[in-house]
């Protein structure tokens, strides 16, 4: 029998990058905000000490930082008709657990997608005829555009700190930008971050071809930084242990370096973790959340009653919970009806490694998670793609994030596994080698979703997540174009070799790519093919909203963090301006 | 891993002292944290590594430790490049392993029920790493001591271990509960985290194998070394306990 607890206004599933700034606007409103998070407190002086915050075994190779599997997981399967399996050990994604989420371990890479990746379908079909969009294909306009954003990621992003040169000032393109991105009205918080060799050497050649590279944006602070809320953060110092690693310095944004200091000193706030939320609880009509169920670590259960239920607990997870609380109509891949499951997508990286004789010295142990140049003419639609073959792109970067020695050793191709021959490939590339990266979009597709698996659990009993999910034909020919034009960039930096790494074959859940998931609550105009409205409102329980990446129809070439946090005070904004005033559906 | 939480004295009388309106009883039955109107933050609470205990092998027996001594000098040799696995101490790094967390598998998801799966759903034995060890160690063993007169493994020439390796990678010698690419890639994986980890572990002994590669280690400041484009910065390594000609 769960114990009842004391009504609040909002009760936050999770405690991450969206609840905090959630939290943070919904108690500035005078709301009574409670957060609920499974894992425990965390933060920098304690558990990312300096004295020990650099141990790649620790934290990265035995997962410390991440969600444990044991606990929970999901199962997965390229196709609908093989069985899917557990993901028994983290791999290609890592999802976090505790205050913060995946905020600690990220890489700070902070983008804005462009303003024709919000009308992807209706762009492509516009500019390509109807046919570019193959049968299967499931891409959607979001329900909301560039411009409606564009001051939710001003203030995100000056929230964040990001360090950039505007390519796009109020539509005066920049020198030293990105000049594909949208307009924005004034220039980043903090100027670029000084680079390392490696990607100016990239740089230089990329500008060679006719490419217009520019410095990365990032959440890695070049200076001390003061934000809007009056919380400081210092300096990076480039130390190498950035994505993957929490930062010691207090110089990678996340919630415990922008908002938390805020937050949890406010009266109408309260937070409580190692607080599991098993479901949202809705009333007899099903039309309306009336709080959640938590349990604690000792397994008693709670009811938190509460007016309005924000899910803000990751991708995947906000499909999961939507599922398991009976919120909104489950995608079925056969018929296509439903929405909830639906339209879950990833990203597709590739890379070229590229050699060097000793004469080149790269140091790439003087990294930072988002340290490093970009070309970015082969994303979205900032190339005709007439008589390619796919839609959409990624761009190209050279990254200069670490030479923690466990992960990064490069060494030619063909190089024995192990013996001699390895270990002397290994002690002549270490310094002597860079690495390429192509980061590209992925399209939605009908057989790519989330749904409850029939038979593995978790360890409160509940079904896991299964996913269902592969690269298509879009993708492959997508990344392998990426991959020859990062190419091109290679050989224009005369190395002694190039090898070129295409992603090839089907999705594997084994080696690490990104922890870009997305979909699964999809945003839209129309409830028939969308789990919530442009506002990430649920279409079917007008009091819950729905927070995070889940909401993207389909997947840019750029990291989602920059859009998810846009996403974040767009939503709240919606809150606190319009539903605040009007309890109710808002569209 | 253990974790360290504030003492659940201070957080009660933190709601205490500003009222319990957000809560009604039980809350001070509560295995949650409730944090209200403050940081919590307690003098001197850490979380330090839990690095390898000197000593002897606790979980290889004397038959395995002279397997792997054997087997990891053949992934990375010494030789003029400098000390190998062996002599980093590869061996005590992954005695030290297996017989922790790790080779209990404790984060991992192992339920069943158990299907073999394709390649792109991962891992799907029964195993744990310890097990793992355990087993694919007696199976090279008794193949060898059938195939080569009663020559354990680490009796071999360094080309018959070599070839033998090489055989199981490529499944020309079958292992019986996992497939013998999968134990290499597995092994040879372990072997880089020895050879390349903070030398608290066990492994990378007088940290050899950042010297070989001129990885500094747990240094964490690079500020003034950024614009130090092509250069050869020559940086002493250093751990997390420091290095011997450091003194605090």
């Keep these: ?42 933060d920098t002086s304690t558990e990312f000490n300096i004295s020990y915050a650099q141990d790649e075994l620790r934290y990265y190779w035995r997962r410390e930082l991440f969600q444990e599997p044991a606990r929970e997981t999901i199962t997965f399967r390229n196709k609908m008709s093989e069985t899917a399996l557990p993901m028994r050990h983290l791999g290609s994604f890592l999802p976090a657990t505790g205050v913060g989420g995946a905020t600690i371990h990220w890489n700070g890479q902070t983008w804005r997608f462009l303003p024709t990746d919000f009308v992807a379908h209706s762009h492509n079909t516009q500019r390509y005829g109807a046919k570019v969009i193959p049968d299967g294909m499931t891409i959607q306009d979001w329900g909301v555009t560039y411009d409606d954003l564009e001051p939710h990621y001003d203030k995100f992003e000056y929230l964040y700190g990001i360090s950039g040169k505007a390519g796009n000032l109020k539509g005066q393109i920049q020198e030293g930008g990105n000049p594909f991105e949208g307009p924005r009205q004034r220039e980043y918080p903090n100027p670029p971050m000084e680079m390392t060799y490696g990607p100016t050497l990239f740089g230089k050649a990329a500008k060679e071809i006719g490419y217009r590279p520019f410095t990365a944006p990032s959440a890695n602070m070049p200076r001390a930084y003061t934000n809007p809320l009056g919380v400081r953060m210092g300096p990076c110092t480039y130390c190498g242990f950035c994505e993957k690693y929490a930062c010691a310095n207090y110089s990678k944004s996340s919630p415990q370096t922008t908002i938390n200091p805020v937050l949890m000193q406010k009266e109408n706030f309260e937070l409580r973790t190692d607080s599991e939320v098993l479901k949202v609880n809705l009333d007899s009509s099903g039309k309306r959340a009336t709080g959640v169920t938590y349990v604690d670590t000792s397994g008693e259960e709670y009811e938190q009653p509460a007016e309005i239920v924000a899910i803000c607990a990751f991708a995947y997870h906000n499909a999961r919970l939507m599922l398991l609380s009976g919120i909104g109509k489950p995608y079925d891949p056969q018929s296509g009806q439903g929405a909830v499951g639906k339209n879950y997508a990833y990203q597709i990286v590739s890379s070229v490694n590229v050699f060097f004789d000793k004469d080149q010295i790269f140091n790439p142990f003087v990294g930072a998670g988002a340290l490093g140049v970009i070309v970015d003419e082969f994303n979205g639609d900032n ?29 030619p191709k063909d190089t024995p596994k192990w013996g001699a021959k390895w270990k002397r490939a290994v002690a002549d590339s270490y310094q002597h080698t860079i690495s390429l990266a192509t980061h590209g979009a992925v399209m939605s597709h009908r057989d790519n979703y989330l749904d409850l698996d029939p038979t593995y659990r978790d360890v409160h009993g509940r079904p896991l997540m299964r996913l269902t999910f592969d690269f298509k034909d879009n993708e492959h020919k997508m990344s392998d174009y990426l991959t020859d034009r990062a190419t091109d960039i290679a050989k224009a930096m005369k190395p002694r070799e190039v090898h070129e790494k295409k992603r090839e074959g089907s999705y594997s859940i084994v080696p690490y790519q990104t922890t870009h998931n997305t979909g699964g609550a999809i945003m839209g105009s129309d409830p028939k093919t969308s789990a919530v409205n442009r506002y990430l409102q649920s279409w079917d329980v007008s009091n819950v909203f729905v927070v995070g990446s889940s909401a993207f129809p389909q997947n840019p070439g750029y990291n989602p963090t920059g859009t998810v946090g846009a996403l974040a005070y767009w939503s709240v904004d919606a809150i606190v301006k319009k539903y605040l005033k009007n309890p109710g559906p808002l569209v | 891993m253990a974790k360290h939480d504030i003492s659940r004295r201070s957080v009660l009388s933190s709601t205490a002292l500003f009222g319990t309106w957000f809560a009604l009883e039980p809350i001070a039955k ?162 880089v985290e020895g050879f390349f980890s903070d030398p608290i572990y066990g492994g990378n002994r007088d940290m050899v194998g950042w010297k070989m590669i001129g990885f500094p280690g747990a240094h964490y400041d690079y500020r003034d070394y950024v614009s130090k484009h092509n250069q050869d910065l020559k940086i002493k390594p250093v751990g997390l306990k420091g290095r011997p000609d450091w003194k605090p």
């Design chain 1, 383 to 411: 190339f005709d793609h007439s008589g390619l073959g796919f839609i959409g792109g990624g761009y190209l970067a050279c990254w200069n994030t670490n030479g923690r020695p466990i992960e990064t050793h490069p060494v």
């Design chain 1, 1 to 42: 029998m769960a114990s009842r607890m004391q009504p609040v206004d909002v009760v936050i599933v999770g405690f991450g990058l969206t609840s905090a700034i959630l939290a943070h606007e919904l108690t500035e409103a005078g709301l009574r905000v409670v957060a609920l998070e499974r894992g425990g407190w965390r």
């Design chain 2, 30 to 191: 509560a295995e949650a944290h409730v944090y209200s109107r403050e940081q919590p933050w307690t003098e001197e609470h850490e979380d330090p590594p839990h690095g390898a205990s000197p000593g002897p092998y606790q979980f290889f027996t004397a038959d395995e430790a002279a397997f792997v001594d054997a087997a990891v000098a053949r992934m990375i040799p010494n030789d003029d490049l400098g000390p190998g696995a062996k002599e980093a101490g590869v061996t005590t790094f992954l005695d030290r392993q297996l017989v922790g967390p790790y080779g209990r598998a404790q984060t991992w998801y192992m339920q069943g029920p158990w299907e073999k799966g394709e390649k792109t759903q991962g891992y799907q034995y029964r195993l744990t790493p310890a097990q793992l060890y355990r087993t694919a160690i007696k199976a090279i063993d008794d193949h060898c001591r059938e195939t080569f007169g009663g020559k354990a493994f680490r009796d071999l020439s360094i080309d018959q271990q070599d070839d033998l390796l090489q055989k199981i990678d490529k499944e020309d010698m079958k292992l019986q509960n996992i497939s013998g690419m999968s134990f290499m890639t597995f092994f040879m994986r372990n072997v």
